[in-house]
């Protein structure tokens, strides 16, 4: 399995891959600060470390970090679907149950990387800005890594379509029309809106106890991210292992 991870990773394209974290990272940092400005919110929330998280994560779960999640998939199985690829991957003697779950992974590696990545800008821009003293190093902890945990089933399920659809644009129109829908879908009930697996991240990484923060009840949330995950990926190696059309 390492190995096969470590083929999935030198099949990467780098230098893009590092301009969009970069482009990410600048952006949801950019657009925390905007917010943090705004005259829209200078009613309702206390300028400081707090309320920079919480525009940041809202805008990070929301839309960036469930498209990212599409386009790295789309990244992953770019070089199968250019001049035959699966067909010369499948015969090589491995299992294809192990090359999917090197693909998937690979992924949630990459997902990885993006939170810290989050974290660390969202350490780095406070600092500069000289917010304060109400930092909550728990709440980063829990919503850097409670959102990478909630990304599983749409990862797996990107992944899933992505191992289908041989055109790139055409996965990340598809990728970018699902996570549009995430405006909606997270305005229900976490009981109804986390079975939609672009709505899980939002979820888990937008803090608990303000006057915007998701109705979630933390068990049925864990059971539905759990679920949808193991749903997605038996769909994901069951696609990959029974398709011969790849």
Not at 44 to 73: E, I, N
Not at 138 to 153: K, N, Q, R
Request: glycine share 8%.
């Amino acid at each position: 399995m390492e190995f096969l991870m470590k083929a999935e990773r030198m099949k990467l394209q780098y230098p893009v891959i590092f301009i969009l974290f970069l482009i990410g990272a600048v952006g949801t940092v950019m657009l925390g600060i905007n917010s943090l400005d705004s005259e829209n919110f200078a009613g309702f929330y206390v300028r400081g470390w707090k309320t920079f998280y919480l525009h940041m994560a809202s805008f990070h779960g929301l839309f960036l970090y469930p498209l990212y999640a599409g386009v790295l998939a789309s990244f992953i199985c770019r070089y199968e679907h250019i001049n035959g690829g699966w067909k010369q991957l499948f015969c090589l003697p491995i299992p294809r149950s192990r090359v999917y779950y090197a693909k998937l992974g690979t992924l949630m590696l990459l997902l990885g990387l993006i939170q810290l990545l989050f974290a660390g800008s969202y350490l780095l821009a406070g600092e500069l800005l000289h917010l304060g003293n109400d930092l909550d190093v728990t709440e980063l902890i829990t919503g850097t890594v409670g959102g990478w945990l909630a990304i599983l089933p749409f990862a797996a399920l990107q992944l899933w379509v992505s191992m289908r659809l041989k055109s790139f644009v055409s996965s990340l129109i598809l990728s970018a029309s699902i996570v549009i829908a995430n405006i909606v879908l997270t305005g229900l009930h976490a009981s109804i809106g986390a079975w939609f697996p672009s709505t899980t991240a939002y979820y888990a990484m937008y803090p608990r106890g303000t006057a915007l923060s998701p109705r979630l009840d933390v068990i049925p949330f864990i059971l539905i991210v759990a679920a949808t995950s193991a749903a997605y990926i038996w769909a994901g190696r069951r696609s990959l292992v029974r398709g011969a059309r790849l």
